[in-house]
């Protein structure tokens, strides 16, 4: 049944299996909401409002708390929000976070400033420049102010190399000519100016700069000029190190992060620091919370196969997580297979087979060996075809709805429907529900099916 299902619904199913019923499963609800697609969030959100009569964002708020419910909340709302989120709450209250203001303004780039300055203006009633103007001064507000209305120019790039040099050498530093080069690159192009500043003058740029500059504005320059796994990895860094952990400023960086930059930041902290950024962390966190931030930080094929075997490990198998989180899986299903295998003793599929008998364990077992290629070539009006004939071959069916890519069963669904004038969903459902046929088969087997089509 999921594998029929189309994707938001399947999310929007599993969300609401690990939140509803008598108490909460954290461990799959961290799992789901930290790898949620962002193609997907807002679909995600809209459809479970319709579904559940309840948003999202209340339902995890209801069923969660302290630092473990704001990274669920951070990671569930769309990105824009979440940093206009975080920076307001840097400047409201007693005190500013200077810090938390540097880590999300100097992370993101032209593109993203601009939809943040729109959200928050929306959410606060206030413009984002003003309200960042009025909470710091001197350098690092010229920076900050700079920072948001600069505008992007045409660049010399051995000329700037040259500018930069003489706004730092000799007596004192010239700081508003160090502001006015920085803030106006691009992130391309600075990466550009710390390649060509460190050969021409055999000293890197954001070194010369650290030791001409200090404090927030120092911390400001330096988010900009590092390049962005770089200035990710040094905030999570001092984040982590010295006394005490800065809670909401790794919420603040770890959340959103894409699969490439999730890999990037393990890799790149391990060549800045020598160390284990997930080690870190686990050190540092304790808890649903520490398990919410090493699921935003591993890619997501990893944290899905932590939570499969977590299905099946223990008394008993949890037959709809395993479902679930199989039929998610299917289009990674490569990754996934491979990183199971490599963090236990046993094969995926061997593990299924010792939990589960009958066609339901064939689904699933064929699940887990797939291959998640996209195979666009295939001709669906084929397929739709064959998925007609399936409805009276239980063999066939199986086959093709554990081994066909997402993409080919969603388009030989449309077709099949355009046909048959009836989805291929519902033909299994009405097939299950026959006095003859599927009917004997276990409630789990049929579920699956319609899952697969999710």
Sequence with gaps: ????????????????????????????????????????RDAIHQRYKERKGQSLLAHIKSETSFNYQKVLLAQ??????????????AMVGLGTDEGQLIRIVTACDRGERLEIMEVYERAYNKLLVEHIDSEISGDFKKTMHAIFTTEESEYDLDADCQALKEAMEGWGTDEEALIKLVCSKTKQQMRDIRQRFEETEGRKLVDWVESETSGYFQDALLGLIRSPIDALCHGVRDCIKGFGTDDTGLITLITHLP??????????????????????????????????????????????????????????????????????????????????????????????????SGDYKNVLVALALRSSADRVDMAPIYWAQRCADALYDVTTLKTLLTSLPAVVLRRAGDIYKAVYGDSLADGIKKKCEEGRGFSFFTDYWKITMQRLLE
């Design 259 to 356: 699969e490439f930059k999730r890999l990037a930041l393990i890799k790149r902290y391990y060549e800045l620091f020598k160390r284990d950024v997930l080690a870190d962390i686990r050190n540092d966190t304790s808890g649903d919370y520490r398990k919410a931030l090493l699921a935003c930080v591993r890619p997501p094929p990893a944290v899905w196969a932590s939570t499969l075997k977590s299905a099946m490990k223990g008394l008993g198998t949890a037959d709809c997580l395993l479902i679930n989180f199989l039929c998610i899986a299917k289009d990674h299903m490569d990754e996934v297979r491979e990183i199971f295998d490599k963090e236990n003793s046993t094969p995926l599929y061997k593990w299924i087979e010792g939990e589960c």
């Design 76 to 89: 569930a709302t769309t990105p824009a929000l979440s940093r206009a989120q975080a920076l307001n709450g």
């Design 1 to 40: 049944k999921q594998l029929l299902v189309d994707p938001v619904d399947l999310w929007c199913q599993a969300l609401q299996d690990a939140m509803d019923g008598l108490g909460t499963d954290e461990d799959t609800l961290t799992a789901l909401v930290c790898t949620i697609p962002e193609e997907f």
